[in-house]
């Protein structure tokens, strides 16, 4: 039988999602578009979906790494078990062929060593899948959760979802450096880069150059803030010309060439 959960998380707004593979560490889920577009960054929400590329998901989770310290910038282990992998390609390979295309959501968990049966790692993640490629955009990496008694798996695939918003920390590194980058917002000045959300294989999402991890401190290079409009400029050329940084000559070249701009 298949299980229908209704999960709330905040007020603004609920998610249906559907049940639809799961073992003892994976749950695999469909999310209904009305709520995945809701909640995906503006540009990949637009997307059209297509079940194309959803084969190539257990080679994607495979290059993706998570950093394990907090301290080491460079400690860094595999995201997905290798174990994992041949349940998630038995998945892929189900779904690649349902005619109408969908949004997942996979939620897998790894037991703690010391209390296995009362604190796992949960880790849950979209799956968006177009002509091109795919999208990962993780909701959680390696959430540390601790119950009061031994966990069911009702306990361990709760879900509540938020909007996704760029995570500033060097949370993944891609190791494919060919096919694949974070994503990084065309639009946004500040806060543009995602290092929670993976793009694989599509061209308008990659950025020019790729992200493999989120760049430390002394790599961000702040955005040069950009002139809004030819009046500005004018304005500033003025008083430029009023400080006698520019001669009368080259207020009057530059002055015509704004104006064509109009």
């Known amino acids: 039988m298949i299980l229908i959960f209704f999960i709330f998380g905040c007020s603004s707004f609920s998610s249906k999602i559907k049940l639809i593979d799961s073992s003892a560490s994976l749950a695999f889920f469909e999310?209904?578009?009305?709520?995945?577009?809701?909640?995906?960054?503006?540009?990949?929400?637009?997307?059209?979906?297509n079940s194309k590329n959803l084969a190539e998901l257990p080679r994607v989770l495979k290059s993706i790494q998570y950093k394990r310290g907090v301290l080491?910038?460079?400690?860094?282990?595999?995201?997905?078990?290798?174990?994992?992998?041949?349940?998630?390609?038995k998945f892929a390979e189900k779904i690649v062929t349902n005619k109408e295309p969908k949004v997942y959501l996979c939620i897998f968990k790894l037991d703690d060593i010391l209390s296995p049966n009362v604190k796992i790692l949960k880790t849950s993640f979209y799956?968006?899948?177009?002509?091109?490629?795919?999208?990962?955009?993780?909701?959680?990496?390696?959430?540390?959760?601790?119950?009061?008694?031994?966990?069911s798996f009702e306990d361990w695939v709760i879900f509540h979802p938020s909007l996704i918003k760029p995570i500033y920390r060097p949370?993944?590194?891609?190791?494919?450096?060919?096919?694949?980058?974070?994503?990084?917002?065309?639009?946004?000045?500040?806060?543009?880069?995602?290092?929670?959300?993976?793009?694989?294989q599509i061209p308008e999402l990659i950025p020019n150059p790729p992200l493999y991890r989120y760049p430390k401190e002394e790599e961000i290079i702040a955005p040069v803030e950009q002139w809004k409009s030819v009046p500005e400029k004018l304005k500033a050329l003025e008083e430029m010309r009023k400080n006698k940084l520019i001669t009368d000559e080259e207020y009057n070249s530059k002055k015509t060439e704004l104006l064509k701009e109009f």
């Not at 999310?31 to 979906?49: A, D, G, H, Q, Y």
């Not at 999208?135 to 540390?144: C, M």
């Not at 949370?171 to 290092?195: P, T």
């Open 31 to 49: 999310v209904e578009e009305e709520e995945w577009r809701k909640i995906f960054p503006t540009e990949i929400s637009k997307l059209n979906i």
């Open 72 to 89: 080491a910038y460079e400690d860094w282990d595999v995201l997905i078990p290798e174990s994992y992998l041949p349940e998630i390609q």
């Open 127 to 151: 799956i968006l899948s177009t002509e091109d490629g795919l999208v990962l955009l993780f909701h959680e990496i390696n959430t540390n959760i601790s119950f009061q008694t031994q966990y």
């Open 171 to 200: 949370e993944l590194w891609l190791r494919d450096k060919q096919q694949m980058s974070l994503y990084k917002d065309k639009v946004a000045v500040k806060n543009a880069i995602y290092g929670n959300v993976v793009v694989y």
